[in-house]
């Protein structure tokens, strides 16, 4: 009964390629994210979403969009992969966007550019 | 700006001994803190939260913590370690009276429990 899933969980491509990770979250929440996580294990704070609208859009490169298209699925398409894309990438979901709510995560994608 | 830090990289201890991961935060005004826990090849698990009241708050998995306002500090403990608590533990703080709703993250401490 998961709460937060990503597909695929491993992601391996080329350079310039294009690709999609999936979100999808049963917790009946209004907020979602994406989150990068590196090498080192630091989060990054990618883009939030509030009923299904951009609300966060943090320094990210613009060949990263985020698509929400229900309030229950928060997808991220990346064009042309980059070597330092190379990451774990984590969704994550809150009951709202008030700031004494907890984020529920998902099991991670780790995409691997070569 | 809010901000926390994690000033141990790792933290190593003996299984059944007490164990503390420390965390400091700033903010201009009061904090949320958060304490989440990472598992190998798992994402990020949500282990207890401090929005107000009793400075002592309890877990998950028997995991506590203090907040202590004059020391600007939120320290995750627990009484008796597992060799299963072995983890990456995250504390964040999201900032009360201003600033982005996201929290942030600290870089994480690596806790390794000896059998």
């Known amino acids: 009964d998961t709460a937060v899933s990503q597909t695929p969980k491993y992601l391996v491509t080329q350079m310039g390629n294009d690709k999609s990770i999936k979100c999808e979250q049963n917790?009946?929440?209004?907020?979602m994210y994406w989150y990068k996580q590196d090498s080192k294990k630091f989060l990054k704070i990618m883009f939030s979403y509030n009923n299904k609208e951009l609300i966060i859009n943090e320094t990210v490169p613009n060949r990263f969009s985020p698509k929400s298209p229900d309030k229950a699925h928060l997808n991220l398409h990346i064009n042309s992969l980059e070597l330092g894309d190379s990451a774990v990438y984590f969704c994550?979901?809150?009951?709202?966007?008030?700031?004494?709510?907890?984020?529920?995560f998902g099991p991670g994608t780790r995409l691997t550019v070569t | 700006a809010q901000s926390v830090a994690q000033p141990e990289d790792q933290v190593n201890v003996a299984e059944g001994n007490p164990l503390t991961v420390k965390c400091t935060y700033s903010?201009?005004?009061?904090?949320?803190l958060f304490w989440y826990v990472q598992y190998p090849n798992r994402g990020l698990q949500f282990l207890l939260k401090y929005i107000t009241g009793d400075n002592l708050v309890k877990g998950s998995y028997g995991f506590e913590a203090e907040f202590n306002k004059s020391q600007t500090s939120f320290h995750l403990k627990k009484p008796s370690a597992l060799v299963s608590d072995s983890a990456l533990y995250f504390c964040?703080?999201?900032?009360?009276?201003?600033?982005?709703?996201?929290?942030?993250f600290g870089r994480g401490t690596s806790l390794i429990v000896h059998p």
């Open positions: 917790l009946g929440h209004d907020t």
């Open positions: 994550a979901s809150s009951l709202g966007a008030g700031k004494s709510y907890e984020q529920y």
């Open positions: 903010v201009s005004g009061n904090p949320y």
């Open positions: 964040a703080v999201r900032d009360l009276s201003g600033g982005s709703y996201i929290p942030t």
